[in-house]
């Protein structure tokens, strides 16, 4: 083996390992690193909100949509009750 030969792989090699040392340096970082997981599970968390509540609503067939109406006009009709009452003080 002449010593060109020897020093192209050895220079090769040299590459590989500098490659293999990046590589497990990232996976131990991507393993390891927690930064990112409390955004992940509030996530989860909205998303199994929202499919209960898409749940409820296809279960109920309609019947919640009255409910909410009628909670929401009462809040409503409060509000303004307040307003008018606010405006007559002043």
């Known amino acids: 083996m002449s010593f060109r030969v020897y020093a192209k792989e050895c ?3 040299h590459f590989f390992r500098g490659v293999m040392v990046v590589t497990n340096e990232f996976w131990h970082r991507f393993l390891t690193d927690e930064s990112g997981q409390g955004i992940t599970e ?13 749940l409820v ?6 019947a919640l949509k009255g409910a909410i109406c ?11 009750n307040l307003a008018s009452a606010a405006g007559a003080a002043s």
Do not use: C, E
């Open 70 to 80: 009628t909670a929401f006009s009462a809040v409503a009709k409060q509000l303004n």
């Open 42 to 54: 509030y996530g989860a968390i909205l998303a199994f909100v929202a499919i209960l509540v898409a």
């Open 11 to 13: 220079r090769v090699s």
């Open 57 to 62: 609503f296809s279960l109920t067939q309609g």
